[in-house]
T-cell receptor
Framework: SAVISQKPSRDICQRGTSLTIQCQVD?????MFWYRQQPGQSLTLIAT?????????ESGFVIDKFPISRPNLTFSTLTVSNMSPEDSSIYLC????????????FGPGTRLTVL | AQSVAQPEDQVNVAEGNPLTVKCTYS??????LFWYVQYPNRGLQFLLK??????LVKGSYGFEAEFNKSQTSFHLKKPSALVSDSALYFC???????????????FGKGTKLSVIP
């Protein structure tokens, strides 16, 4: 398993601004994922962040809106750009491995409210 | 494309009674199946998984799940519910097809479990 922390845990932001969310893992991991959980909804994968290559975005999500960095095997950031109230969600980081472990482990999430 | 259905938005059960949270899936090939639990204002916690082998898998906190290939189901069960089990439960599927996309988890919409004292 892995211990995952996210910063900030929550934030309230103004429309039009950007917020960068950090995800830190206590061990090296192959893959890191970013999910969005809108109020009362399930989890939707935003992108897969792999170290040494560009993030892979799912349908409906674009790099200009959700730029992602993965500078090493223990850290990633997700930026929510030019925010609108529709971006109010919980953003979760998760980690996985390309072999051995099949499950993903999740961070505690970042609760974002956009006014 | 893979998908997961959790037909019940909410399940209510009396403390001490057995509980079942239902999940069915659709995926090409043999699935990898998972259950996660989310407590209020918390992230997701991994409960258990089915990869291969015995259809009955045991996980954390006394939970177990039964894989049924013919019914494409993976229902979560516990013999005796506790009030502290009250939470949101998510079923997820992953297709073992290889390549970057196969690591993606697809989640059901979640089932809220309420255990009544």
């Amino acid at each position: 398993s892995a211990v995952i922390s996210q910063k900030p845990s929550r934030d309230i932001c103004q429309r039009g601004t950007s917020l960068t969310i950090q995800c830190q893992v206590d061990s090296q991991v192959t893959m890191m994922f970013w999910y969005r959980q809108q109020p009362g909804q399930s989890l939707t994968l935003i992108a897969t962040a792999n170290q040494g290559s560009e993030a892979t975005y799912e349908s409906g999500f674009v790099i200009d809106k959700f730029p992602i960095s993965r500078p090493n095997l223990t850290f990633s950031t997700l930026t929510v750009s030019n925010m609108s109230p529709e971006d109010s969600s919980i953003y979760l980081c998760s980690v996985g491995w390309s072999s051995g472990m099949y499950e993903q482990f999740f961070g505690p999430g970042t609760r974002l409210t956009v006014l | 494309a893979q998908s997961v259905a959790q037909p019940e938005d909410q399940v209510n059960v009396a403390e001490g009674n057995p509980l079942t949270v239902k999940c069915t899936y659709s995926v090409s090939g043999n699935p990898y199946l998972f259950w996660y639990v989310q407590y209020p204002n918390r992230g997701l916690q991994f409960l258990l998984k089915y990869i291969t082998g015995d259809n009955l898998v045991k996980g954390s906190y006394g939970f177990e799940a039964e894989f049924n290939k013919s019914q494409t189901s993976f229902h979560l069960k516990k013999p005796s519910a506790l009030v502290s089990d009250s939470a949101l439960y998510f079923c997820a599927v992953r297709a073992p097809t290889g390549g970057a996309g196969s690591y993606q988890l697809t989640f059901g919409k979640g089932t809220k479990l309420s255990v009544i004292p």
